[in-house]
């Protein structure tokens, strides 16, 4: 077995783009996702090790040490992150000339010949699901017949193999908390919607919705959601509360937890025997008794990607949602008590001034317990992607997704609506969303509640605005 390193590298201050991130940026809030993508073939890998730099606030010293004692290094990277991933490898590759570099995520499963080309020091890349991939890597099984990589032969050639067939028995992954456990400090890892400490993970991959902007469901994952069953996730979650007696909530990180509602429904009666807090994603089309069995053992909050309050907007994006049916959700949620971080995307196609002013009044008017605004981000591989290359919205030249500093910009551009309109409405969004009278007086009453909230809401109230002068540089 090759003695294997498992990376995150190195990134910006404060950039989540960690192997699990669905946007690989800086946020307005800092936060940081399990690198559960990661974790998963470590735990494949006997003596393997994980390291995730950003969160652990790790340089480049202590990783530079110990991969001379590595055969293998594998580095999950995305579109935004690719050129520092690169340089990373590079350095690798000098302080140990014999170790062999592989790439894994959705920019190498979509983009693995141009990927290769890019970073002469990346020895091979692992495309879409790769956790058996490398596991016969590091088993030391030859090249040739490893399904699901692409690599240079002898004569420096490119070579791309036959993909890997899909993984249909999802029980047949370890559990990945066994790796957290082993490698990660977990109060490194903290979300603003989440209780701290909280441990994500995933029951399942694949999402049946066809979303054009969503990348996992296009890239690596599938439109198929594949489940590990109740009893598999009941007992990692059984193992993880003992041990990490001081986790406060579990995260479900399937594309689209409630997909399946009798399986969401079986797990959460799991879960309630156990007694545990948690939260999930969700689609905004949940009906409300399904919500009542999931809310009476232990679900606390749902995060759920509404995207627009434009009805058109949805459609353009194939979101399968009708504004009416979210807003309904929305209620029954509020009724019941379950919480709700709305996620919110401008710049989508169809999007104008006054869409943009639409769904600002749509998510003031349901007004989820918080929100997260992103920039439509056409990442390579996604329906998007190809879209805004056909109508001329996106320079591929200059079609970049973070600036210097790893803060998300505006790469599309309309002719009725510029990028950087799309760019300034996200503050106004926020603001708009934020500063109304009720949503201050209910984020000072739930301080208030809580010391320990209080000290919480106020650093991030600092943390957002610091996030925001940035980004008005970014625009000057």
Not at 180 to 189: M, S, T, V
Not at 196 to 225: A, E, N
Not at 288 to 310: D, F, I, M, Q, W
Not at 345 to 355: F, K
Request: aromatic share 10%; net charge neutral; proline share 5%.
């Amino acid at each position: 077995m090759m003695k294997t390193l498992f990376l995150q590298p190195p990134s910006f201050d404060g950039f989540d783009g960690g192997a699990g991130s669905r946007y690989q940026a800086r946020r307005e809030i800092k936060s940081f996702w399990y690198p559960t993508w990661l974790a998963q073939p470590a735990a494949l890998v006997p003596g393997s090790r994980l390291i995730d730099a950003p969160p652990a606030r790790m340089g480049m010293a202590p990783i530079l040490e110990d991969v001379k004692n590595r055969d293998l290094v594998v580095i999950h990277t995305s579109t935004p992150s690719f050129a520092n991933d690169v340089r990373v490898a590079t350095e690798l590759k000098a302080a140990n000339p014999a170790v062999k570099i592989g790439f894994v995520g959705a920019k190498v499963a979509v983009q693995p010949t141009e990927s290769l080309n890019g970073g002469p020091a990346i020895d091979f890349v692992a495309r879409n699901e790769f956790d058996f991939t490398i596991k016969e890597i590091a088993e030391g099984r030859d090249w040739a017949d490893v399904d699901g990589i692409s690599y240079r032969d002898a004569n420096g050639v490119i070579v791309h193999n036959k993909d890997r067939a899909v993984l249909e028995d999802m029980d047949q992954l370890p559990f990945v908390t066994d790796v957290y456990r082993r490698d990660l400090r977990i109060e490194d890892y903290f979300i603003g919607y989440l209780m701290h400490p909280y441990i994500s993970l995933y029951t399942g991959r694949g999402c049946k919705s066809r979303c054009t902007f969503c990348l996992w469901p296009q890239t690596v994952g599938g439109h198929r959601y594949r489940v590990r069953s109740p009893e598999h996730v009941a007992e990692e979650i059984r193992q993880a509360k003992a041990a990490f007696p001081q986790v406060r909530e579990f995260f479900f990180d399937d594309d689209t937890f409630t997909d399946n509602l009798p399986r969401a429904e079986a797990i959460a009666r799991e879960l309630g025997k156990l007694g545990v807090t948690w939260s999930c994603n969700a689609k905004a089309n949940v009906p409300r008794k399904t919500l009542e069995v999931l809310k009476a053992n232990g679900l606390r909050l749902l995060l759920v990607g509404y995207e627009s309050g434009n009805q058109q907007i949805l459609h353009n994006i194939k979101k399968g949602m009708l504004v009416s049916v979210a807003e309904q959700f929305t209620k029954d949620c509020h009724e019941l008590g379950i919480k709700i971080h709305g996620t919110f995307i401008l710049g989508l196609p169809g999007e104008t001034r006054e869409t943009i002013q639409e769904t600002i009044k749509f998510a003031t008017r349901i007004n989820p317990h918080t929100i997260q605004v992103s920039l439509a981000a056409p990442y390579p591989g996604t329906a998007l992607y190809k879209q805004a290359l056909e109508n001329g919205w996106l320079d591929i030249k200059h079609a970049e997704l973070i600036d210097e500093s790893g803060i998300q910009i505006a790469p599309l551009n309309y002719d009725h609506l510029s990028h950087t309109e799309i760019f300034d409405n996200v503050e106004t969004f926020y603001r708009a969303f934020y500063f109304r009278a009720p949503k201050i007086a209910s984020i000072v009453g739930e301080m208030l509640g809580s010391r320990q909230m209080m000290v919480r809401r106020l650093r991030e109230g600092v943390e957002f605005f610091q996030f925001l002068r940035e980004r008005n540089k970014v625009a000057a």
